[in-house]
Each structure stands twice: as structure tokens, then as C-alpha cells.
């Protein structure tokens, strides 16, 4: 067989043949990128999507950017055959997702009410409907199912051969059995790529190879912590009783999925303990590859998943495949531009749901590489939310035995991943421990989430959609943030010192806000990108002309330190990462004054030291960078403390602390307080889909400073053309009992306008609250808003419900002013 011939250059290259690698190329080509080269190193589709089990569904997800992924690859497989002549194998026969106790039932009515906002057409049935759709199930211990018609299956095979031919006839080139060996880079972006065959010139390439891409990507520093697990499913014989019109049947409480395979039955599983597969380095000879199954590790697993359908302890079986698939550590795809290597794309680790969103997600990449604008939310799951040491051989070996097993676990708010914990520790963790911390992994960090009272252990208890066993340590904190003052560990918070001559200017042209005014002066901001839409949320801190000090959330890390870098290129301009050297202690609250007065020489009266002012003080032997800030909407100072002084610095404060009433708070108020003040939270409830004036955010952009700023033109445009008909708003449920969570649909005078972003409980304004997008055809505005009815939808009712454009928490900004 002659070697394949090679174009000696393309625009992009896409490496890897299944699913995601066709569908980006198929994409790509679609948007005018015709010079797309996809090149794969074996087969299309021999890694993992062959053996996919083709479930396409749109139901399950609270995510609008997943859930418009699933819909879009529905449609799409559903019209590729007529375009392509290659069929997809689309089934339409229906899907089912089955609730066997409360806490499952709940679930699913919440997503159910999220879904059917986006357009999923999702129904509630009963155990007789279930049994009627598919009558070889037990349904004696159903609640409820809840069914899709138009959803159902394909062929992962044949979706990718038309993704593969539709890509062809659009003008981009496939090429199988060409290996990547190397990406080439140059200055820090990327050059091109090196094959068996030759060198090929690009200005892009997509790492789609699958289990193979963290590997792959390895080669030039870019992070992707995936790893292939063990993943099961069983074929039975033939028997009359199944029929291929039967519907998709999930049943998680059991660990398996049911749908007809060439007359028999699939039984699939997503088990609560899996096998991290190859964690030292997935073969190269991997290709169409089948693992021997564990039948002692997989039997309990088997056996309740078979349990559902009992018939199918009595037929033989076909065939018990074992192959692998991989796993990401939050079960989020790893998405977008490497932060290492400028023009290196990522789209990998898809969980095990890249056929039923392959569809989306190539164009969702597509459009990223071409414009480098996505139009979705892309902050859950962008590659620069991961942290390289996550890719250590003894994390993906560790977090991988939990992740597969989230698949068909119930999503309780507040649970949280149980392994590969301990990663970061605070310079405070053994002192807070000792105060009977519940820690959170916050971005790898221990956190804590709140306190245990004295006599009481920090027990989470069991998980519930209702008020947990520990809600009344919470309701405590929250109060002595509002009543008295409260102490915070928040060193999880990303910190970075940017100096250089240039640096003021940078920074000003980036920040929406003016950043570059007085020295000793905190300011807020939004950057923002071409078209005026939010890419950070943060603080600048000027400490001198020359020296800056930008606090960001701990989820946007990579992405704010990449942002930095990227815009500094080619000026006297430097950012440093110096998150871990600094703890980061919050005190907070009408007291906290008093408290840092009684253990500083520094004058922190109002006149002295006025709202937004940061100052270097003295704090026993250390000193600390004193900020007069807050995230809870009080009288607050953020203190910077070197790490090696932090527990002196701590121990004064507490010593100090009783006179004032002080009391130890975690993130668990951290949310709650913050929210009733209607505080924003990037990657939360406001993300890249959105303009700073849509989510409240003009009065922290400067659109008269000279040299203006990266979005500027864009925001004086939208500005110009009047009233929003986009805007966030908060949302307070009247009634003090149901809580909401994320996904919860508002209405105005029974018209769906717009869902939860984020919530938490309003212990001070006595209900559940959150923030909310909402969209009109008309301008939003206050007295719009005051003339409507508004209901919130939780779990099967509707609640009225205030909405406000303002905070409902002092409005007017007083407390923490005075």
C-alpha cells in the first residue's frame, strides 16, 4: 500500500478520528475553514467510539450549554443521512429515566422543569407508562419515569463515518493512518506538525485523540488530566420478548442502562467503583481494543443492574465487553486553547457522552477556533480550569475510582468527590481543623464550608435536596457576619503581583475599570473581550506605579494568569503567581473594625482608612497588605499575610477575637451572604455569554478613560442603543421553606423569562435566593419588572417570588461604608 501524501500545509489540523476529531473537522469545513487536514493514527472511530453504546439523549443535564449541546447533535444525526448518504443509525424510539426513591424523584423533576425551559420536551410518567413502553422492566419500586420520544439511539460507527464524509464533501481532508508524532511550536504558538509521513504547516491544531490527548499534548507542557477507566456493558442472546421499538431505559439507582441490541438485550454500566485503565500510559497498539472483564469486581454491579429486567437472568449472554473510556476529575470535557501553547485546541475527555454531544461540541470548538469567540458557556469546561498536578499519575489513579461512579449518582447539592483530597492545604489548615472544620475541595484546596459547634463533630451527614443536619451552624455564621464579626480563610483565592513599567498601562487596557488611578487604592473590575463580554471578574490593587496586586476567584486561575500573560507580551510587563506564598484571611463584619484596631498600631478609622483604601500594616511581628473590602456586603478588610506568618497573624486574631464576638466562618456563608448582597460570581452566574451592562456590571467600567480599553467600543455601543431586554437580576422566594439550588426556571406572568444562575439560602432576608438571567422582547427595567406577576419553579411548584434589579441587602451600599 503506497504512504498516504500529506498537504504540506493546512489552517488546522485535527488530530484524532472519532466522534469529537469528525465532528470538529465536519465543522470547521461548514464554517468556510476549508483547509482542514483531520488526521488519524489507525481507523476512524478505533479508540473509543466504536464501542460507544450510541445512547442519544437530551434529558439529564442543568447545564444549558450541555443541554443545547445534546439537542443540536440530535438534529444534526437525525438529517445526516439525507446530506451525506451515509446513514447515522438514529433511532427515535424514546428514552427513560427512571426514579426509584425521593431523593432521585427530586432530582429529576428539577432537571425535568430545567429541561423542558430548553426546549426538551420531557414528560413525568408513571410506573404503568414506564412498564407499558418497556414490559420486560420491573417497575414495582418506580416513582416515576421520566421520557423523551425524540430521543433514542445511533450508531457511533456510522455517526462518525457521515461526520467524516459530510466533512470531506465540505472540502476538508481525512486521512487514516498517519500518526501525529509531534506539534510543532515556535515562540510560544503553534507551527505545525510532524507525521511518519512529513512535516505539515498550520496555524491550529485540535487535540481530539481522545485517551490518548493527555499523552499527546504532554509533548509540548499542555495540561489534560483524563484517564481511561474500565467500562462495561453486557449483550445478551436473542429472545422474542425484546423489540427494537423499546425505548432507552436508564435506571442509576441500579447502575445500569437497557436498551435492544441485534434481538438481545444491552445492559450497560456506569458502576460506583471503577478501574482506572493504562495510568501510567495508554499503548499505541490500543486500537479496537477489548479488556478482559473482571466478572468477581463487576457481579454485584451486574446483578443489580439485571435486576431491573428479570428475564434477563434467564437468557444466555452473548457477549460482556470491557474497553476503555476516559474520565476527566470533575466529569466535565477538557475544552479550548491550551494556556501553554497559543493555536493548541483541546477537545477530550467527554465522560462517556461524546456521541450523544459530539455533534455540539464540534461546533462549539469550531466556532472557538474560528473566531475565538464561543457563543455558549464555555467557563464549566474550559481546559484552563485544571491545574496541571492533576494530571499526576497518582491523581488520575486516585479521583478516577470516584469519577465514572458520578455518572449515575444522585447530584445532591453539597456532595462532594471523597478522593484524591489533601491536594493544597492552607497555612491555617491544622489551626481550623482544630476548630472542627468541615473542609470543601475548593480547586484542590481545604476549605472549610463551616464550623461544628463545640461538643459536635464536623459531620456532613446525609446528603438531601432539603436543610442538612449542620444548617443551623451555617444560619450562626451568617448572623455573626451580619450582627458582629466573622473570620474567613480564603487563601484559596488566586493572587498574582504584576510589576513592571508597563504594567499600569497593561492592566488599564484590559480592565474595563480605571485600575491605574491612585496608588493605595483597591478597584473592581471586569475584563472583557472584542465584543464586550465578560472574561474575568477581579480586583486590582495599585501598591505603586509599578507594582500591582489582582486577587481572582480560585476557578479562574489559569485563565485570568494566561490572560495576563498573553496581553503582556512584548511590554515591560510581568505577572507572577504568588497564590500560595500569601494566606489570604478575611475579617468581616459591623465589628471588625474594633477587632483589627485592638491588635494594629495602624489608624483604621473611616477617615484614615476609607472604603477601597489598602495599606501595608503591622499585626504583632508581620506585616500585612490591609484591604478594606468586602465579598459579604459589611464592613470588611482582606488581609495578604506572607505564609510563613499566617498562623501568628491568625492566633492574634483570635486571641483577640472574644471581646468582639468573633466567629469562624466558611464558604457555606461565604454564598449565602455574598448572594443576598447579589454579588457577581464568574463561571457562576455570569459567564462569557454575557455583556458587563447585562449583568449589572456598568458601574465598573470607565468608558471616559483615556486609551480606553480592550470591549470598550462594544459596550458604548450596546449602551447607545437603549434599553436591555438581557439583563441579571436576584430573585427572593417569599415563602421561607424551598430552597433553590441552580436551574430553577422564573417566570413573569406564567411566561418562562429566564433560570436560576446560582443560589443559596437569605438567612437575613428569610428565603431562598439567587441570580437569574432573564430575557424579554422588550426593555427590562424596574417598572417592567414591578408591573409583572413572577413565580420561580422548584421541584413541581411554583412560588411566588420578588425580583429586583437592585440588591435586596442594602441597596443604598451603607453598611459597608460606614
Not at 445492559?267 to 497498539?285: R, T
Not at 474520565?327 to 485546541?345: I, W
Not at 465579598?631 to 470588611?636: A, F, N, P, V, W
Amino acid at each position: 500500500m503506497a504512504d498516504p501524501v500529506l498537504p504540506s500545509r493546512a489552517r488546522v489540523v485535527v488530530i484524532g478520528g472519532g466522534v469529537i476529531g469528525s465532528s470538529v473537522a465536519y465543522h470547521l469545513a461548514e464554517l468556510g475553514w476549508t483547509d482542514t487536514l483531520l488526521l488519524e493514527r489507525d481507523r476512524l472511530t478505533s479508540g473509543t467510539t466504536w464501542h460507544a453504546a450510541g445512547l442519544m439523549v437530551t434529558f439529564g443535564s442543568t447545564s444549558e450549554t450541555s443541554t443545547e449541546f445534546r439537542k443540536y447533535t440530535r438534529d444534526l444525526y437525525s438529517r445526516l443521512e439525507a446530506e451525506t448518504g451515509q446513514s447515522t443509525g438514529f433511532s427515535p424510539v424514546g428514552f427513560i429515566e427512571i426514579a426509584t426513591d425521593a431523593a432521585r424523584l427530586e432530582e429529576y423533576r428539577r432537571v425535568s422543569a430545567f429541561n423542558r425551559y430548553c426546549g426538551v420536551d420531557v414528560q413525568e410518567i408513571s410506573a404503568g407508562e414506564v412498564e407499558q413502553m418497556f414490559p420486560i422492566a420491573r417497575v414495582d419500586d418506580v416513582l416515576a419515569g421520566f421520557y423523551v420520544a425524540e430521543d433514542g439511539r445511533a450508531n457511533p460507527v456510522d455517526v462518525t463515518m457521515a461526520l467524516a464524509k459530510g466533512a470531506r464533501q465540505k472540502g476538508a481532508t481525512v486521512l487514516e493512518g498517519v500518526p501525529v508524532t509531534a506539534v510543532t511550536t515556535k515562540d510560544g504558538a503553534v507551527t505545525g506538525v510532524d507525521t511518519p509521513y512529513g512535516h505539515v504547516e498550520c496555524e491550529v491544531v485540535v487535540n481530539c485523540a481522545g485517551m490518548w490527548a493527555r499523552q499527546l499534548a504532554e509533548q509540548n507542557g499542555v495540561n489534560v488530566p483524563l484517564q481511561a477507566a474500565e467500562h462495561y456493558y453486557l449483550i445478551t442472546e436473542e429472545f422474542d420478548a425484546i423489540s427494537k421499538s423499546f425505548p432507552v431505559l436508564e435506571d442509576p439507582a441500579n447502575y445500569g442502562y437497557f436498551r435492544e441490541e441485534g434481538g438481545g438485550l444491552m445492559v450497560g454500566l456506569f458502576e460506583a467503583v471503577c478501574a482506572p485503565w493504562k495510568v501510567d500510559g495508554i499503548p499505541d497498539s490500543a486500537s479496537f481494543l477489548e479488556l478482559p472483564p473482571d466478572w468477581d469486581r463487576m457481579g454485584p454491579y451486574l446483578e443489580a443492574a439485571m435486576s431491573r429486567i428479570p428475564m434477563s437472568n434467564e437468557v444466555g449472554i452473548r457477549k460482556f465487553f470491557c474497553g476503555p473510556e476516559s474520565f476527566t476529575p470533575d466529569l466535565q470535557p477538557v475544552v479550548g486553547e491550551a494556556p501553554e501553547v497559543r493555536g493548541y485546541f483541546v477537545a477530550a475527555g467527554l465522560n462517556s457522552i461524546g456521541i450523544l454531544t459530539g455533534g455540539g461540541m464540534g461546533r462549539a470548538v469550531a466556532e472557538w477556533v474560528t473566531t475565538g469567540h464561543p457563543t455558549v458557556d464555555v467557563t464549566g469546561f474550559n481546559i484552563d480550569r485544571l491545574h496541571t498536578y492533576q494530571r499526576n499519575p497518582e491523581y488520575r489513579a486516585t479521583r478516577t475510582v470516584e469519577s465514572l461512579g458520578r455518572v449515575y449518582a444522585t447530584h445532591y447539592p453539597d456532595k462532594q468527590m471523597q478522593t484524591a483530597r489533601g491536594a493544597k492545604l492552607s497555612p491555617l489548615h491544622e489551626r481550623l481543623a482544630a476548630r472542627r472544620a468541615w473542609f470543601r475541595d475548593v480547586s484542590g484546596w481545604e476549605n472549610p464550608g463551616w464550623y461544628a459547634p463545640e461538643g459536635a463533630e464536623p459531620d456532613f451527614g446525609e446528603p438531601t435536596f432539603g436543610r442538612p443536619s449542620w444548617w443551623p451552624y451555617w444560619e450562626a455564621e451568617h448572623h455573626a457576619a451580619r450582627n458582629d464579626v466573622i473570620v474567613m480563610d480564603m487563601s484559596f483565592m488566586s493572587k498574582f503581583l504584576v510589576q513592571g513599567d508597563d504594567a499600569g498601562a497593561r492592566l488599564n487596557w484590559i480592565s474595563g475599570n480605571d485600575v491605574d488611578g491612585e496608588t493605595g487604592v483597591i478597584t473592581y473590575t471586569q475584563w472583557l473581550d472584542e465584543l464586550g463580554k465578560l472574561q474575568a471578574d477581579l480586583t486590582v490593587t495599585k501598591l505603586a506605579d509599578d507594582r500591582f496586586w489582582v486577587v481572582a476567584s480560585d476557578t479562574a486561575h489559569r485563565h485570568v494568569e494566561t490572560h495576563l500573560r498573553r496581553h503582556f507580551a512584548g511590554h515591560h510587563a510581568f505577572v507572577t503567581d504568588v497564590t500560595g506564598a500569601y494566606a489570604q484571611i478575611n475579617v468581616q463584619g459591623p465589628r471588625s473594625r474594633e477587632l483589627l484596631q485592638s491588635v494594629t498600631t495602624a489608624d483604621l478609622s473611616d477617615e484614615a482608612f476609607p472604603f477601597r483604601a489598602a495599606r501595608e500594616i503591622d499585626l504583632g511581628f508581620a506585616r500585612v497588605l490591609c484591604i478594606r473590602i468586602t465579598y459579604l456586603g459589611e464592613l470588611g478588610y482582606e488581609l495578604y499575610v506572607p505564609a510563613e506568618q499566617a498562623v501568628h497573624v491568625y492566633d492574634r486574631l483570635v486571641a483577640a477575637g472574644p471581646a468582639y464576638g468573633l466567629r469562624h466562618a466558611g464558604t457555606k456563608a461565604l454564598a449565602s451572604l455574598r448572594m443576598e448582597k447579589g454579588y457577581r460570581d464568574y463561571g457562576h452566574d455570569i459567564d462569557n455569554t454575557d455583556t458587563v451592562l447585562e449583568a449589572g456590571l456598568g458601574f465598573a467600567v470607565a468608558l471616559d478613560k483615556p486609551g480606553g480599553f480592550l470591549g470598550r467600543d462594544a459596550v458604548a455601543a450596546q449602551k447607545a442603543a437603549g434599553p436591555l431586554r438581557k439583563r441579571l437580576v436576584q430573585v427572593l422566594v417569599d415563602d421561607p421553606e424551598p430552597l433553590m439550588f441552580h436551574a430553577e426556571v422564573i417566570r413573569r406572568d406564567g411566561v418562562p423569562v429566564g433560570y436560576i444562575r446560582a443560589a443559596s439560602y437569605g438567612f437575613t432576608l428569610g428565603g431562598a435566593v439567587g441570580l437569574a438571567m432573564i430575557e424579554a422582547d422588550e426593555p427590562i427595567d424596574a417598572a417592567w419588572i414591578s408591573a409583572g406577576s413572577w413565580t420561580v419553579e422548584i421541584v413541581d411548584r411554583e412560588w411566588p417570588c420578588t425580583v429586583s434589579l437592585r440588591p435586596l441587602f442594602d441597596p443604598a451600599n451603607e453598611k459597608i461604608k460606614r
